[in-house]
């Protein structure tokens, strides 16, 4: 696990968006943290990244939003699923095992369906605005990719 010290929510965008210009086709980011922490600021600015122009929203209700950007985003929130199985009726395995990259917040919730190679990312609140960002690999791919964000 690598944790990493934010100051404010322009820091946290920064470094959202670098990764969002790191990321590939078939990328599984699962995003935890209490409410409030950061989960969407930090994945609209990961958009921006991606090249993302419509303005995210979190998919609370609606559980999962796509858009279009250098590669497709497939933004989920499943803190109002009740069980995994919920998940079967979006047709989740198309978006975690396509082209497009997946952020999911509360990934927590669903980790039984998630595949083995994903990057977790957990947003602690230490502060008014400052927040730790924990990210944790599943395979060298996603360990190379967090060297790569904090070394730019």
């Known amino acids: 696990m690598i944790c990493i ?18 990321v590939n086709g078939g990328d599984i980011l699962c995003m935890t943290g209490d409410l409030g922490a950061g989960k969407t600021t930090f994945t609209q ?14 998919p609370t209700f609606t559980l999962i939003h796509e858009y279009d950007g250098r590669i497709p985003l ?17 047709g989740y395995e198309e978006y975690f095992y396509g082209n497009g990259v997946c ?12 595949p ?18 924990c990210f944790t690999s599943t395979n060298d791919y996603y360990e ?6 904090l070394a730019k």
Do not use: C, P
Request: aromatic share 10%; charged share 30%; net charge negative.
């Open 144 to 149: 190379e990719m967090i060297k790569e964000l």
């Open 45 to 58: 600015a990961f958009a921006k990244g991606l090249g993302v122009e419509e303005y995210v929203t979190s």
């Open 116 to 133: 083995d190679k994903r990057l977790w990312i957990e947003i602690k609140v230490t502060g008014l605005e400052s927040r730790q960002i």
């Open 103 to 114: 952020v999911i917040e509360w990934a927590s919730l669903i980790e039984e369906i998630l």
């Open 5 to 22: 010290d934010i100051s404010n929510q322009r820091e946290l965008e920064v470094f959202a968006k670098k990764l969002g210009q790191l």
């Open 74 to 90: 497939y933004h989920f929130d499943v803190y109002r699923i009740n069980h995994v199985s919920e998940m079967e009726d979006l």
